[in-house]
């Protein structure tokens, strides 16, 4: 079964620093997409960032990017230069394959605070 | 562009009520789903729909019925509400485009007393 690690619940940054936020998957499929989605506290679901199996490098997104090591099964979120605006739950989703199913799994989250 | 909308927002059941949570998005997606999220956790895939007129379930869809008569539209039934549905509700779509990224619903709080 495919499955999404996110072993950090919560962190703590201080503003303008940048953080990065573990997460880890398992699949023997060599087909899949990953995916962060930021979760502020009024509760919606905001996509930040994708990056494929097969894409050959490291997805960025202004001020996010996402450092991608197929052989180490993780895809962490970057976030540069954090802001108060960041502060949110933050998780990592996995769709498996890459087409042909568009299910997501999610991990856990973990809940970033930036402190002014 | 009015993307995916959910209703109601909010909602207080007793044990026992039925209810549906509404959903529907206008962006001619094939698929939609239906997520919960129980406090502090992860979203959790209740059922989900490649079209109209086809419905699967997911990792948790004991308590629930959907059904898919429109591409629009993936109402979520609760029958017989009970205290472990207490969660926050979400409907997401997503068409077969580049990445698949999901859209979601602002999410539906549910409490069942």
């Known amino acids: 079964a495919q499955k999404i690690t996110q072993t950090q619940p919560g962190m703590f940054v201080q503003e303008k620093e940048a953080v990065t936020l573990d997460c880890t998957y398992d699949t023997s499929d060599p087909s899949y997409g990953l995916f962060w989605y930021k979760q502020p506290s009024s509760g919606e679901m905001i996509f930040l960032i994708y990056?494929?199996?097969?894409?050959?490098q490291n997805a960025t997104e202004g001020r996010y990017s996402l450092n991608f090591q197929k052989a180490r099964k993780s895809a962490n979120l970057v976030i540069s230069a954090s802001q108060l605006g960041d502060s949110a739950m933050y998780f990592c989703?996995?769709?498996?394959?890459?087409?042909?199913?568009?299910?997501?799994?999610f991990g856990t989250g973990t809940r970033l605070t930036i402190i002014p | 562009n009015a993307g995916v909308t959910q209703t109601p927002k909010f909602r207080i059941l007793k044990i026992g009520q039925s209810m549906t949570l509404q959903c529907t998005q206008d962006?001619?997606?094939?698929?939609m789903y239906w997520y919960r999220q129980d406090p502090g956790m992860g979203l959790k895939l209740i059922y989900y729909?490649?079209?109209?007129?086809?419905?699967d379930k997911g990792e948790v869809p004991n308590g629930y019925n959907v059904s898919r008569s429109t591409t629009e539209d993936f109402p979520l039934r609760l029958e017989l509400a009970a205290p472990s549905q207490t969660s926050v509700y979400f409907c997401?779509?997503?068409?077969?485009?580049?990445?698949?990224?999901?859209?979601f619903g602002e999410g539906s709080r549910l409490t069942v007393l």
């Open positions: 729909s490649v079209g109209a007129g086809i419905t």
């Open positions: 990056q494929g199996s097969y894409d050959q």
């Open positions: 989703a996995m769709r498996r394959p890459l087409f042909g199913n568009e299910k997501l799994t």
């Open positions: 962006m001619n997606h094939n698929y």
């Open positions: 997401a779509s997503t068409g077969r485009g580049n990445t698949g990224e999901l859209f």
